[in-house]
Every structure is written in structure tokens, then in C-alpha cells.
């Protein structure tokens, strides 16, 4: 793959503990990725891994270890100039309702001053992306959308400024599967393979495996296998990534069973 | 009842003057009272919010001060502070900071964390977290504190004419004395014109603030 593309994201030895736990959310991780890597993220639920994105940009920091963002500690960076050039969308969606859809999308382009045509602009080219008609949807307020289409909002919000660094956590829960094949395919189009990192989040193992160029399956907060789809799927590192593969094996016994 | 009708219409071509200048009074008083309840009551909210450990306290003692009914609050501040216009003032004001206090605290406590969250994690500054969230999300419900609050004002404005600050208390307390049935008709009616008046205003502004609490999701 890119032999020698920067790190862009690395990850030594950080854990996590939340007050009054008795185990560690996050346990040892340690991760190097490359610039330009669509790194899907794969685990039950609990398994640490929004734990792990909120530690990247900062809303918590790691008990131990340190997370190099481009050279730079990010424990010595300013949070907020850190969050600005990550683009974070939240599991929870999280849009303000008490913005409309345009209101929402323009939130970090204000934050970062752009002139308004630029913004309208943008705003604009997002929503379309997004798979909804502007004219129809600019203007509604988040009440007025279905969960799916405010994922989708919410997607598009996070990639306004087109940052390098993009943390998505599950940003296709809530999309039916049709349109979750066409958004899973736009998003590939958007990471563009060069320059921009992706961490994302699914609970879907076909998703993980069709998305990432390479796959991170956390268990109980450690990383088990962090490794291509194609040596992931032939040489599961142990018995839980193993299981993973397994369970999805029999769905496909399940489908030919019905065909 | 013909009879009090006539004495109603008696009481207007006497007393026109004298009835404008109490209705005056009246609306005075209770919008002074909104206003500096409402600039003691917002910050204290803010401040309870923010420096969480004394919120209890202070949340606390403004609720023991609404337990005492207005009457005794009125009556216990010539005590402290005579009579007239100023004292009334802050005798009501004291009864009306506690619902916009509370409705601060609830308001701004109501905001889902992971909301905050989404603002935080997207470069917003703590203090663009406040005003372009936070506050945001809690207006809803410090405008029903407001709402709330104005009314008890406007009725118990009506008091205040106990300790002689004026207003269409004078109306009815002398209707009482002297047992004159539309004095009490005039009076009463009169503060509940102002109370519905001022809630259909603070409706308004509500309605304006709040354009995407119409939309169900459907
Ligand atoms: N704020 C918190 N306080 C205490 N414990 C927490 C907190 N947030 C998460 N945890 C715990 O940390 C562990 C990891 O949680 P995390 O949210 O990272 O899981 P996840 O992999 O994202 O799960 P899911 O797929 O369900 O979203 C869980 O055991 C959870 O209970
Ligand atoms: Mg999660």
C-alpha cells in the first residue's frame, strides 16, 4: 500500500478508565495510521471504540499513553484548534434543533469565519451529497427529518471544511440498505484514497470489510487484529475476530438457504 | 344588576382620570418587577449552572421565599423598607425571581449532553457552547418562567397597594371598604385584562423564538 505516506494518526499505548469503572474502556491500544487510510473501526458494543474517537480529538484524554496527531502531541495542542480540523460525527447524530438543516451544515464554516457565498455554496454542494434535494430540505428544521436523513445531515455537517482527519461513528445506523450501499460508495468517492484519513465506526462486519483499507476489530478495549479486510477475513488473529467471521458466514448460509 | 352596571358606567364619568392613572400605575409597577427579576433571576440561573456546588443553596432559599405568600412578603418588607412604589418593587420582585431562576437552571441543565458534545467536539469555544447552544436550547423554557412570573406579578401588584404604592389594588381594596360591588368589578377585571395582555405578548415572543417547536417529526 502507501509506503510512504505520513503517519497521520498514532496511537501509543493509551488507555482509558472512566471514575469508578473497574476495567479499562480503552486497554493498551496502540495504532499507527497512514494519511490517506479509510480505517473502519469494528467491535460489539462497548468494546471502546467511541471511547477511542472521543480520546482523538480530545473531548477526553487517555489515563496513559499519548495520541500523535501529524507529529504533533496532541496533549500540548490547544483542544478547540485541535476539534476544528477534525471532522467528528457523533453517534447520537446530535443536530440543534434549534437550527435548520443550512444552520446546522454551517455551523464550523462560521466557527472559521468563510465569507457567506462560500458558505451557501458549500452548504448547498453538502446537501446534495447528502442525497437530498436543497430547495426541499436547506430550510427544514431537524423535527422535520426522518432519523436516516438527519445521519445523513450530520454526516454532511462533519465534512464541511473538508478536514484531513474525519471520525465517524456510525454514521449509517439509521440508513436503510439501499440507500446505505450508495452512501457507503459516496463516502468512498469523498475520501478521494489520498489525502484524507477516515476512522469509522460500524457495528457491521460486510461494512467494515468493504470500507476499510484496513480494519481495527476492538474487543473489550483492546485491538485484537489491525490488519487488511482480505488478512483479516484469512488469518482472524484470535478467537473473538474468529467468531466475527464465523457469524457472518452463516449469514450467507442463511441466504442460500432461502435462494 | 342593572343597577351595578349603572354605577360602573357612574364610576367611568367620574373617575376617568384617576382609573387611567392607577392602570398606569399598575402596569408600571409590574414591568419595572419583570425587568429586575428578570436581571437578577437570569445571571443567578447562569451562575447556578455554572458553579454547580452552591446550586442547591441558592435554588433553596429563593424556594422558602415563595412559600411566604406575597401578602406576608409585602407585609414583612414595610418592616424592613417603608412604604410606597420602591419597596412594593422589591417585595414582588423578590416573588418573582424564583420561577425565571428555576427555569434558567432547567433549561440549561436540559440540554442533552451529547449535544454539548457535538458542539464541543466540532471547535466550538465554551463560550460559543453557551451562546450558540446552550442558551439556545434553554429559552424555551426560561420564556414560561417569564410567562409565569408575570403573572403572579400583575396579581400581586394588586396587593401592593397595601403599602401604598397605587395601582388597581386602590380599586378594589376600596370597594371592600366601602362595599361597592363594581369597584371590586373594575378592579378585578382590569388586572386580569393586563395578566391575558401580557401573556398573549410573551405568547408572541415565545412563538418567535421557538418557529422549530411547530414542526412534529411525521
Ligand atoms: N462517560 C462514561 N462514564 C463511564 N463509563 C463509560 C462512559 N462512556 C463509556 N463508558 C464505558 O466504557 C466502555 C466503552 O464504551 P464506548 O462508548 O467506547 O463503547 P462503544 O464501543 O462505542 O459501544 P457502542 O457500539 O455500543 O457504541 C463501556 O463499557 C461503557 O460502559
Ligand atoms: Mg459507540
Not at chain 1, 71 to 96: H, K, M, S, T, W
Not at chain 1, 182 to 204: A, C, M, P, S, Y
Not at chain 2, 131 to 147: C, F, Q, S, Y
Not at chain 2, 152 to 167: D, F, H, N, P
Amino acid at each position: 500500500m502507501m509506503e510512504n505516506a505520513a503517519v497521520a494518526i498514532e496511537y501509543r499505548n493509551v488507555s482509558k478508565c472512566f471514575k469508578g469503572a473497574g476495567y479499562n474502556a480503552v486497554d493498551d491500544v496502540s495504532l499507527s495510521i497512514n494519511e490517506g487510510e479509510f480505517i473502519t473501526i469494528l467491535g460489539s458494543s462497548g468494546s471502546g471504540k467511541t471511547t477511542l474517537l472521543r480520546m482523538t480529538n480530545r473531548l477526553l484524554d487517555p489515563d496513559a499513553g499519548n495520541i500523535i496527531l501529524f507529529g504533533e502531541n496532541i496533549c500540548d495542542a490547544n483542544p478547540v484548534q485541535v476539534r476544528r480540523r477534525i471532522g467528528y460525527a457523533i453517534q447520537q447524530v446530535g443536530l440543534f434543533p434549534h437550527m435548520t438543516v443550512a444552520q446546522n451544515i454551517a455551523v464550523v464554516p462560521k466557527l472559521l469565519k468563510w465569507d457567506k457565498e462560500r458558505i451557501d455554496n458549500r452548504v448547498r454542494e453538502l446537501t446534495e451529497l447528502a442525497g437530498l434535494k436543497p430547495d426541499e430540505f436547506l430550510h427544514r428544521y431537524p423535527a422535520q427529518l426522518s432519523g436516516g436523513q438527519q445521519q445523513r445531515i450530520g454526516l454532511a455537517r462533519a465534512l464541511a471544511v473538508d478536514p484531513k482527519i474525519m471520525l465517524l461513528d456510525e454514521p449509517f445506523g439509521a440508513i436503510d440498505a439501499i440507500n446505505r450501499l450508495n452512501l457507503q460508495d459516496e463516502l468512498k468517492r469523498i475520501h478521494g484514497g489520498l489525502k484524507k484519513t477516515f476512522l469509522f465506526v460500524t457495528h457491521d462486519i460486510n461494512e467494515a470489510l468493504k470500507l476499510g483499507t484496513r480494519v481495527a476489530v476492538m474487543n473489550e478495549g483492546r485491538v485484537c487484529q489491525f490488519d487488511t479486510p482480505e488478512n483479516i477475513a484469512k488469518n482472524p488473529a484470535d478467537g473473538f475476530v474468529e467468531s466475527l467471521i464465523h457469524s457472518c458466514r452463516q449469514q450467507e448460509k442463511f441466504w442460500e438457504g432461502l435462494v | 344588576m342593572q343597577e351595578i352596571w349603572g354605577n360602573i358606567v357612574l364610576y367611568f364619568e367620574n373617575n376617568m382620570d384617576a382609573y387611567f392613572n392607577m392602570l398606569q400605575q399598575h402596569i408600571s409597577i409590574s414591568f419595572r418587577v419583570l425587568v429586575i427579576s428578570i436581571i437578577i433571576g437570569f445571571p443567578v440561573g447562569v451562575l447556578c449552572v455554572v458553579f454547580k456546588k452552591r446550586q442547591k443553596m441558592v435554588i433553596r432559599m429563593f424556594q422558602i421565599l415563595r412559600i411566604i405568600p406575597s401578602l406576608a412578603v409585602l407585609v414583612l418588607s414595610i418592616r424592613f423598607l417603608g412604604i410606597g412604589t420602591g419597596p412594593a418593587v422589591v417585595a414582588l420582585s423578590f416573588l418573582a425571581i424564583p420561577p425565571i431562576l428555576m427555569n434558567v437552571v432547567a433549561g440549561l441543565e436540559g440540554a442533552p449532553p451529547f449535544m454539548l458534545e457535538a458542539a464541543k467536539g466540532m471547535g466550538m469555544t465554551p463560550l460559543q457552547v453557551w451562546l450558540r447552544v446552550r442558551l439556545p436550547l434553554a429559552l424555551p423554557l426560561v420564556l414560561a418562567g417569564i410567562k409565569t412570573a408575570m403573572v403572579e406579578i400583575v396579581a400581586s401588584a394588586t396587593i401592593a397597594a397595601l403599602i401604598g404604592a397605587g395601582g388597581l389594588g386602590q380599586i378594589i381594596f376600596q370597594g371592600l371598604s366601602v362595599r361597592r360591588t363594581e369597584l371590586l368589578l373594575i378592579g378585578g377585571v382590569s388586572v386580569a385584562i393586563i395578566s391575558i395582555l401580557s401573556v398573549l405578548i410573551l405568547d408572541l415572543i415565545d412563538r418567535f423564538f421557538q418557529r422549530y417547536k411547530r414542526y412534529k417529526l411525521h
